[in-house]
C-alpha cells in the first residue's frame, strides 16, 4: 500500500558508474498545497526563557501595526525580562500589550480557557483561579490606571494604611494578612493586578486590546482519536483517559505575529514556540538551583510555608520555583510567517462571531526570494482536530524513517515521552534498513556487524503523574528501556509472578479465595516485544541512550539537587533536520490537542543547535564536534560515562558536571493516563 506521508520519486541509475543520487524527503511535500514549504525564512533560535522572552518583548515593544498572539495560557503579570527580586521586576505582558494599544497597535490575544479544565491547570492567573484574593486598591479600577507599578504602589499604601490584618484565601485556607507581612507584598500586588487586568481586557476597557477564550471540541476530537493505532485506556468500565480527553482538550499552540500586514510585511516577524506564557517558564540557560528572578511563591512563617500564589509548583524546601527548559524560534519576514498567521486567523474567526473577513492576501514582502544560502526552508505543521490536521504527526514519522536510513542521531527532549506508535515505527524502519543491509552487504563484501549505529538521545523528565507511568514505561519498553521506569518494571514483575498462584493473596500474603486478574496495564505490557540492549544493537542497530536534567548547586549550606523540569518538544536529527514547537510526543499532542510546529532542513542551524544543546548539558564536556559517525559515537560514550559520573556525585553529595542523569522512576500505576 502507498504511504501516504512519503513521496515518491524515480531515481535513476548510471550504468557505467552503477551508481544512483536521491535526495532524503524531510518535509510532507505530499500536503505542500495545505502546508506550504517556503525558502526565504530567517530563523533565530533561543534556548529558555530569559533570552526568547527578551527578544519578544524588543519586538513588542517596536511593533508598529498588529501583535496577533495564541497561547495556552496567559499571565499578565510575568515580566518578559528581569532585574531585581520582587514583582514588578520589568515591565509586565501585559503593560507591553497595553503601552502597543496606546500606541494604536491592534493587539489579538486568543487563550485557552474551559470551565472543566482551566481551574487545575490555572493558564490564566486572575480568570482561572485567584479571581478576587485581595482587597480592592483604590484606584485600580479601569483600562486607563491598570499598570504594574501603580498595583505595587496602591497596594502597597493600602495595607501599611490599614495597619490591621485581612482574611485572604490561600491554597491552604483563610490566613490573616497584614502589615508584619510586608515580603509577600510583590505577591498582592501581583495578584491584584492580574485580576484587574484581565477584567479590563474582557470589558474591552484598553485601548485597541482585544482578547478571546476558546475550548476543545469533543466531537473533532472524537473522530482524531478514531483512526489512532492505540485507543485511550479505560479502568474497568469507566473510560477515564478517553472522557478526559474529550472534555478536557485544550489549545496548546502558542504563536505571536507582530506586523504581518504593515508595509506590505516588510517588518513582519513572529514566533513559534514551545514556552507558554505564564511566568512559570521564566528561566536562564545556567538553570540555577535558586534563581531569585524566577517566581517565588512562600514565605516562612513559624516553620510553615504560607502559599499566596495559587499558581505555584511546590518544590519541597525551596524559595523559588523550579527550573524550566524549552525553545522559541523567530522568523523573519518569510513565507512561513504566511502559515503561522492563517492558522490565527481561523482559530481567532472560530472563537468569535465573524470568518475574519476572508484569507488575506500574502503581504508582497513575505513572498520575496533571496540568495540561496542565506535562508531557510521551512514548513508550517500541526495537529488541529477541527480541521481533520494531523500533520504534526505526519512529520515525525516521515523525520524518523529518514532517521533510521543514516547511521547518524536522532535527538528527543520532550515534556512527554508516551506515543507508543512512535517508538514502533522507529523500530519498524531500522528492522526494514538491517534487512537491505544484510541484503546487499554480502555483495559489497560488508557483513551485518559493519552496518553503523544509529545513536537515539532521549531527554525527557521522569511523568510528572503517577498515573503517566505506565504510558511511558510503554513508550520506552519498546526500545528495550523499561528499566529505567523501576517501579513500573517491579510492579509487573510483581504482578505476573502472582498469576502463578491463582488467587488473590491480601496484604499479608494469605490467599483470600478470589481469582487473581492482572491489571490492565500489566497484561497490556506483557504484550510488547521488549528487545534487549543486545539485540537493539546487533538486531536493530540502534544505541539508546535515555537521560533526565536536574542541577545541583549549594543551598541552605549544603550540596542539593533539583529537578531541571523539561517543557521542550524538540526533535534534532544527523544535523539536518529540526522540528519544535509546542507538540509533545504523546497522544494528545498528535490527535486531541491543537498545536503547531515549525520545521526546516537547514543544516547550518541544526548543526549549530546540537553543539549548543550538547555543550550545556554536558557543561562543556562535550558537543558533538563536527557531527561525523565517528564524533557522535564518542559523544555517546562520553554521555553515557558523564551520566554515571553524575550519579556518583549525586550519592556522594558532590557537584554534577552539567545536568544529565540516567533517567529513573521509583513509581509505579495500575492507571493509565495521557
Keep these: 500500500m502507498t504511504d501516504p506521508i512519503a513521496r515518491a520519486e524515480k531515481v535513476h541509475i548510471d550504468e557505467r558508474s552503477r551508481q544512483a543520487r536521491s535526495t532524503g524527503q524531510w518535509f510532507l511535500e505530499n500536503r505542500t498545497g495545505t502546508h506550504p514549504v517556503t525558502h526565504n525564512n530567517a530563523l533565530t533560535f533561543f534556548i529558555c526563557g530569559e533570552t526568547a522572552f527578551a527578544d519578544i518583548a524588543k519586538r513588542l515593544r517596536s511593533a508598529k ?9 496567559f499571565d499578565p503579570g510575568i515580566e518578559l525580562v528581569r532585574s531585581g527580586t520582587t514583582w514588578p521586576r520589568g515591565d509586565t505582558y501585559g503593560d507591553l500589550l497595553v503601552a502597543a494599544g496606546k500606541r494604536g497597535v491592534k493587539v489579538r490575544i486568543l487563550v485557552w480557557y474551559s470551565k472543566l479544565g482551566s481551574g487545575t491547570a490555572m493558564n490564566m492567573p486572575g480568570y482561572s483561579h485567584a479571581t478576587n484574593p485581595w482587597p480592592a486598591a483604590p484606584g485600580l479600577s479601569d483600562g ?6 501603580r498595583a505595587r504602589a496602591l497596594t502597597e499604601d493600602y495595607y501599611l494604611r490599614s495597619g490591621v490584618q485581612h482574611l485572604i484565601e490561600t491554597p491552604q485556607g483563610q490566613r490573616l494578612f497584614g502589615p508584619e507581612h510586608m515580603g509577600m507584598i510583590g505577591l498582592a500586588a501581583r495578584a491584584e493586578y492580574c485580576h484587574k487586568w484581565y477584567k479590563a481586557a474582557f470589558a474591552g ?15 473533532a476530537i472524537g473522530s482524531s482519536l478514531a483512526s489512532e493505532k492505540y485507543q485511550p485506556g479505560t479502568l474497568g468500565k469507566f473510560e477515564i483517559e478517553r472522557t478526559g480527553m474529550l472534555a478536557v482538550g485544550t489549545h496548546h499552540q502558542k504563536t505571536i505575529v507582530i506586523d504581518y500586514g504593515h508595509a506590505d510585511g516588510v517588518h513582519a516577524t513572529g514566533y513559534v514556540k514551545g514556552l507558554n506564557s505564564v511566568t512559570d517558564y521564566w528561566d536562564t540557560e545556567a538553570h540555577l538551583i535558586e534563581d531569585p528572578r524566577r517566581e517565588t511563591g512562600s514565605v516562612r512563617e513559624a516553620g510553615e510555608a504560607i502559599q499566596v500564589e495559587a499558581n505555584q509548583k511546590p518544590d519541597a524546601g525551596f524559595a523559588t520555583f523550579k527550573p524550566y527548559r524549552d525553545y522559541a524560534c523567530r522568523i ?13 486567523r481561523r482559530a481567532w474567526a472560530r472563537a468569535g462571531s465573524s470568518d475574519g473577513g476572508g484569507q488575506p492576501a500574502v503581504p508582497p514582502a513575505l513572498k520575496r526570494s533571496v540568495a540561496p544560502g542565506t535562508h531557510s526552508s521551512v514548513q508550517i505543521v500541526r495537529t488541529q482536530p477541527q480541521e481533520n490536521d494531523k500533520t504534526i504527526k505526519e512529520l515525525y514519522f516521515l523525520a524518523t524513517d529518514q532517521a533510521a536510513l543514516a547511521s547518524g542521531y536522532l535527538y528527543i527532549e520532550n515534556q512527554y515521552f508516551q506515543y507508543q506508535e512512535w517508538s514502533e515505527r522507529l523500530i519498524r524502519a531500522r528492522k526494514n534498513v538491517m534487512a537491505a543491509w544484510k541484503a546487499g552487504a554480502a ?19 521522569v511523568p510528572e503523574r503517577a498515573q503517566m507511568v505506565p504510558r511511558t514505561y510503554d513508550t520506552l519498553a519498546v526500545l528495550g528501556q523499561q528499566s529505567t521506569m523501576a517501579g513500573q518494571s517491579d510492579l509487573i514483575d510483581r504482578e505476573n509472578k502472582k498469576q502463578h498462584t491463582g488467587v488473590r493473596l491480601d496484604d499479608m500474603g ?10 490492565a496495564v500489566v497484561e497490556y505490557a506483557n504484550r510488547i516485544d521488549k528487545p534487549t540492549i543486545d539485540a537493539l544493537e546487533k538486531q536493530f542497530g540502534l544505541k539508546v541512550v535515555v537521560s533526565m536534567l536536574q542541577t545541583s548547586g549549594i543551598s541552605q ?24 514547537g509546542s507538540a509533545n510526543l504523546n497522544q494528545r499532542s498528535m490527535a486531541v490537542d491543537s498545536e503547531i510546529n515549525f520545521a526546516t532542513n537547514d543544516a547550518r542551524h541544526a548543526a549549530d543547535l546540537r553543539r549548543r544543546i550538547f555543550s550545556q548539558l554536558s557543561a562543556g564536556g562535550f558537543d558533538g564536534m563536527a557531527g561525523t559517525r565517528g564524533d557522535i559515537s564518542l559523544t555517546s560514550i562520553l554521555w553515557t560515562e558523564l551520566m554515571a559520573k553524575n550519579a556518583l556525585s549525586k550519592r556522594n553529595s558532590k557537584a554534577m558536571v552539567g545536568f544529565l542523569l540516567p533517567l529513573w522512576d521509583n513509581r509505579s500505576s495500575t492507571m493509565r493516563l495521557g
Excluded at 486607563?144 to 507599578?149: G, V
Excluded at 523573519?332 to 490565527?344: K, P, S
Excluded at 494469605?510 to 491489571?519: C, D, F, L, M
Design 332 to 344: 523573519d519576514a518569510g513565507g512561513a510567517l504566511a502559515a503561522v498567521f492563517e492558522n490565527f
Design 443 to 461: 555483495k559489497a563484501g560488508k557483513s551485518k556487524a559493519d552496518m553503523p549505529l544509529m545513536h537515539v538521545f532521549i531527554v525527557i523528565p
Design 510 to 519: 494469605r490467599p483470600t479465595g478470589a481469582v487473581y486478574a492482572k491489571p
Design 144 to 149: 486607563n490606571n491598570i499598570s504594574a507599578q
Design 557 to 580: 549550606r549544603r550540596m542539593r539537587y533539583r529537578e531541571i523540569y523539561i517543557h521542550s518538544k524538540m526533535l534534532l536529527i544527523d544535523d539536518t533536520f529540526i522540528s519544535f
Design 205 to 219: 476597557a484598553f485601548d485597541h486590546v482585544e482578547i478571546r477564550t476558546r475550548a476543545g471540541d469533543a466531537d
Design 65 to 73: 501595526h498588529s501583535i496577533d498572539i495564541i497561547c495556552w495560557g
